[in-house]
């Protein structure tokens, strides 16, 4: 998966810099391209990579919950003592 990734990064930077080439010669077809990268990093690549770093992990632990604060508490009194 995470050679995958590192693949799909290398594309979207292979895209974005041959995008931003054609836009010194040709300042729409640079801008297609440009456009295209933008949409592939975010359609195709960010759910990968964010599906990829949280596999495995509790939403809990990360959201602010009643009993997260009661945790947030107890180690902020301990610490001032």
């Avoid at 292979?14 to 990093?41: C, E, H, T």
Wanted: no cysteine.
């Amino acid at each position: 998966m995470k050679k995958l990734i590192i693949f799909l990064f290398l594309i979207f930077l292979a895209g974005l810099m041959s995008g931003i080439y054609f836009q010194s010669n040709d300042n729409l077809l640079g801008d297609k391209i440009v456009g295209f990268s933008v949409v592939f990093l975010v359609v195709i690549f960010m759910p990968i990579f964010l599906y990829h770093r949280w596999n495995g992990k509790k939403l809990s632990d990360y959201t602010l919950s009643e009993e997260n604060l009661k945790k947030m508490k107890a180690k902020s009194s301990k610490s001032i003592k």
